[in-house]
């Protein structure tokens, strides 16, 4: 969802061509004190935002800044901007937080991988080094060797979880 931040009377139609050219829904309001509202109420994916409200109510803006949350903020001087090139700046701004998401995602995978990993070894190095143990029961023996097993084959789980598919 896209919000849509301006007093224009061609609200409408910015709303209607962004619609069209990003397939989301667009919600339009006409104040930052209002737009501000709707970011506490709702999550959003981008932030269009008239200059011209902006500059003329600094401290509302903030407070609407301050409430993006992971919303991509768009600022546009709607009164110079024509209908292509905001539409273009949207998708630009949309395209690349996607882009940026993907990234995190995949670098909190891979940190999470390499935890599980590092915790993996140490846990099969702990095992290994308790079935060495001498004079242990033959029933403690078999435990350890089932988790032995166990390990390995989680690791061998996660290794196939790293090869790219």
């Not at 992971?70 to 701004?93: D, F, S, Y």
């Not at 080094?129 to 061998?156: F, Q």
């Amino acid at each position: 969802m896209i919000l849509l931040v301006t007093p224009s009377e061609r609200a409408s139609e910015w709303a209607e061509a962004l619609n069209e050219a990003t397939g989301e829904k667009i919600m339009v309001t006409g104040s930052l004190a209002q737009a501000t509202t709707f970011l506490r109420a709702e999550s959003f994916l981008a932030v269009v935002l008239d200059q011209f409200l902006l500059e003329a109510e600094p401290d509302e803006a903030a407070d609407t800044i301050e409430h993006m949350g992971t919303a991509i903020p768009v600022q546009v001087n709607l009164a110079l901007t024509g209908m292509e090139r905001l539409v273009r700046e949207v998708r630009a701004a949309i395209k690349r937080r996607r882009r940026e998401e993907v990234a995190a995602r995949q670098a909190a995978v891979g940190k999470f991988q390499n935890e599980l990993n590092t915790t993996v070894t140490a846990l099969l190095l702990s095992v290994e080094l308790a079935m060495e143990s001498l004079g242990l029961p033959a029933a403690a023996n078999e435990r350890l060797e089932s988790m032995h097993a166990l390990v390995k084959k989680l690791r061998m789980q996660l290794e196939s979880a790293d090869m790219p598919a």
